[in-house]
């Protein structure tokens, strides 16, 4: 796009504010959930609804969502987005019972599904391959400050006001971003292509159900008969997906993509490094507060050293790219990640606060690293026409790592610390440390404490154990399948700017020096 570097920056921060919007209200609703619960009346089972009705439309939606992206216009789409996540925020902090609290969920969880792609798929399309690196590394910092800053703001919004504030506080981002949208971002969009109305159906109601199962995995097992009907119909969806797009004329999802090995690496290294980090806030953060006896905000506020170390190699990153090239940037910050998570797998009480802060520095400065340039691979290899899916393809692909993260490494503490505690404990004692920390207070019982905290450390050993060599595997795939070579030109979609009435542009072509195809 033709477009002074000036307004492409402008343009950027709208991309940054709508991934902003996303990412806090993700982590804010994590602090939000006993005020709103006490307030409303919410049982475990409405809690479980009211954080998982979002992330099953969300997840569900993407790839539809992509595709209509590419089909209607991608500024057209984000802008639908940001309006209903905004309105249902609005709906959601004034809900008068879980009912109608989960119904604002699911319409926020649509309106996400037309934001995320279209944000990725607007950078890849304003930004040529000389910014795109800085550009993404803007974005991906961004979205790192949400994910740390999200639990402080959150019981800062708490204390403050009320549960409310933490959805209300999402209206004037949403606002802010419209407005910038329509003001300053020009349309973009692929060729006309005929609809695919059964791929839609079949990814969304795959997706779906792959995401219930997984969410699901820890608390019943495959062997559940309702944990079995979901993981059967997901598997049936998206096998029929699968070749449905592949004998379409007219397919929804361009799945010759993962012919491609840059393409098909780097989708797998980053399902990899999710599976890693999808556990950590889970993890760590219980154990922060009951091995450290740290309150949820000092929890939140102790990720920051991660976010400094990402927000800093983001910006170094974006800088040497050019130079080493994007295979260089992936393998060593992948790897910088795995010695994080060695580290965090090593940690003990007696070590105190200095193990858990030097891998958090280590798993963000790797993650600054790596991730930006990893994305940048996966997206120079969508043609243009393209860039919806294939933004609704990434964030699929690292949506369904960091669910499968949070279930396995769930399982896995789960499991570790039920296994590890004394045969003679309580039933609610081997289940969770937070019921056998609260028993032993009760009755004095300082053995029965300390077996919880002995069982738990072991139990997170292990989880993150898991978390290095998902992550370490990752590097190796790196090395092994990326190239860094100039690939072959791929041309611009149409693009229109509405509110100045320029025509569009004549197609021009861009190519991508991050990896080429084998």
């Given at each position: 796009m033709?477009?002074?570097?000036?307004?492409?920056?402008?343009?950027?921060?709208?991309?940054?504010?709508?991934?902003?919007?996303?990412?806090?209200?993700?982590?804010?609703?994590?602090?939000?959930?006993?005020?709103l619960?006490?307030?409303?009346?919410?049982?475990?089972?409405?809690?479980?609804?009211?954080?998982?009705?979002?992330?099953?439309?969300?997840?569900?939606?993407l790839?539809t969502?992509?595709?209509?992206?590419?089909?209607?216009?991608?500024?057209?789409?984000?802008?639908?987005?940001?309006?209903?996540?905004?309105?249902?925020?609005?709906?959601?902090?004034?809900?008068?019972?879980p009912?109608?609290?989960?119904?604002?969920?699911?319409?926020?969880?649509v309106?996400?599904?037309?934001?995320?792609?279209?944000?990725?798929?607007?950078?890849?399309?304003?930004?040529?391959?000389?910014?795109?690196?800085?550009?993404?590394?803007?974005?991906?910092?961004?979205?790192?400050?949400?994910?740390v800053?999200?639990?402080?703001?959150?019981?800062?919004?708490?204390?403050?006001?009320?549960?409310?504030?933490?959805?209300?506080?999402?209206?004037?981002?949403?606002?802010?971003?419209?407005?910038a949208?329509?003001?300053?971002m020009?349309?973009?969009?692929?060729?006309?292509?005929?609809?695919?109305?059964?791929?839609?159906?079949?990814?969304?109601?795959?997706?779906?159900?792959?995401?219930?199962?997984?969410?699901?995995?820890?608390?019943?097992?495959?062997?559940?008969?309702?944990?079995?009907?979901?993981?059967?119909?997901?598997?049936?969806?998206?096998?029929?997906?699968?070749?449905?797009?592949?004998?379409?004329?007219?397919?929804?999802?361009?799945?010759?993509?993962?012919?491609?090995?840059?393409?098909?690496?780097?989708?797998?290294?980053?399902?990899?490094?999710?599976?890693?980090?999808?556990?950590?806030?889970?993890?760590?953060?219980?154990?922060?507060?009951?091995?450290?006896?740290?309150?949820?905000?000092?929890?939140g506020?102790?990720?920051?050293?991660?976010?400094?170390?990402?927000?800093?190699?983001?910006?170094?990153?974006?800088?040497?790219?050019?130079?080493?090239?994007?295979?260089?940037?992936?393998?060593?910050?992948?790897?910088?990640?795995?010695?994080?998570?060695?580290?965090?797998?090593?940690?003990?009480?007696?070590?105190?606060?200095?193990f858990?802060?030097?891998?958090?520095?280590?798993?963000?400065?790797?993650?600054?690293?790596?991730?930006?340039?990893?994305?940048?691979?996966?997206?120079?290899?969508?043609p243009?026409?393209?860039?919806?899916?294939?933004?609704?393809?990434?964030?699929?692909?690292?949506?369904?790592?960091?669910?499968?993260?949070?279930?396995?490494?769930?399982?896995?503490?789960?499991?570790?610390?039920?296994?590890?505690?004394?045969?003679?404990?309580?039933?609610?004692a081997?289940?969770?440390?937070?019921?056998?920390?609260?028993?032993?207070?009760?009755?004095?019982?300082?053995?029965?404490?300390?077996?919880?905290?002995?069982?738990?450390?072991?139990?997170?050993?292990?989880?993150?154990?898991?978390?290095?060599a998902?992550?370490?595997?990752?590097?190796?795939?790196a090395?092994?399948?990326?190239?860094?070579?100039?690939?072959?030109?791929?041309?611009?979609?149409?693009?229109?700017?509405?509110?100045?009435?320029?025509?569009?542009p004549a197609?021009?072509?861009?190519?991508?020096?991050?990896?080429?195809?084998?």
């Amino acid at each position: 796009m033709n477009l002074s570097s000036s307004r492409r920056r402008l343009i950027l921060i709208v991309l940054c504010l709508s991934t902003l919007v996303l990412v806090i209200d993700n982590m804010v609703l994590t602090v939000a959930i006993p005020p709103l619960a006490a307030d409303l009346g919410a049982g475990a089972r409405d809690v479980q609804w009211i954080l998982d009705s979002y992330i099953l439309v969300f997840a569900g939606l993407l790839l539809t969502a992509g595709s209509l992206s590419d089909r209607f216009g991608r500024r057209r789409v984000m802008v639908i987005g940001l309006a209903l996540f905004g309105a249902a925020s609005l709906a959601a902090a004034y809900a008068a019972d879980p009912v109608q609290l989960v119904a604002a969920r699911v319409a926020m969880g649509v309106g996400g599904a037309l934001i995320m792609p279209s944000t990725l798929s607007i950078l890849i399309t304003v930004f040529d391959e000389r910014e795109r690196r800085k550009a993404l590394a803007a974005w991906s910092a961004v979205a790192m400050v949400g994910l740390v800053g999200g639990p402080v703001l959150g019981g800062a919004l708490i204390a403050w006001f009320w549960w409310g504030a933490v959805f209300v506080i999402n209206v004037p981002i949403a606002a802010l971003a419209i407005a910038a949208a329509l003001t300053l971002m020009p349309e973009s969009k692929g060729p006309w292509r005929k609809a695919d109305p059964v791929g839609m159906i079949l990814s969304t109601s795959g997706m779906t159900a792959l995401v219930w199962t997984i969410i699901e995995l820890p608390a019943h097992g495959l062997t559940h008969p309702a944990t079995a009907a979901t993981g059967a119909l997901a598997v049936l969806a998206l096998a029929a997906f699968v070749v449905w797009e592949l004998r379409c004329a007219h397919p929804m999802v361009p799945l010759g993509l993962f012919r491609d090995r840059t393409f098909s690496g780097s989708s797998l290294s980053l399902t990899l490094v999710q599976i890693g980090n999808g556990g950590l806030l889970l993890v760590l953060t219980q154990y922060l507060q009951y091995m450290l006896g740290f309150t949820p905000t000092q929890a939140g506020l102790a990720f920051i050293p991660m976010a400094v170390a990402s927000l800093a190699c983001n910006t170094l990153g974006a800088r040497l790219g050019g130079r080493v090239g994007a295979r260089a940037q992936i393998v060593t910050g992948l790897a910088v990640m795995a010695a994080g998570f060695a580290l965090l797998a090593v940690t003990t009480p007696a070590r105190g606060l200095a193990f858990p802060l030097a891998g958090l520095l280590l798993i963000g400065a790797g993650g600054g690293t790596a991730m930006p340039a990893a994305i940048a691979a996966l997206m120079g290899r969508v043609p243009a026409e393209h860039a919806g899916v294939g933004s609704a393809l990434n964030d699929t692909i690292q949506q369904m790592g960091a669910a499968l993260g949070v279930a396995v490494l769930g399982s896995v503490l789960a499991a570790g610390y039920g296994a590890a505690m004394p045969a003679t404990a309580a039933a609610a004692a081997r289940r969770s440390i937070a019921d056998a920390l609260a028993a032993a207070r009760l009755t004095g019982d300082t053995t029965l404490a300390q077996a919880a905290r002995d069982a738990f450390t072991a139990a997170m050993s292990s989880a993150f154990a898991i978390s290095a060599a998902g992550v370490l595997a990752a590097a190796v795939l790196a090395l092994i399948v990326l190239r860094d070579a100039r690939t072959p030109a791929v041309p611009h979609p149409t693009t229109t700017d509405a509110p100045e009435r320029e025509p569009a542009p004549a197609p021009t072509t861009t190519t991508d020096a991050l990896a080429t195809r084998s």
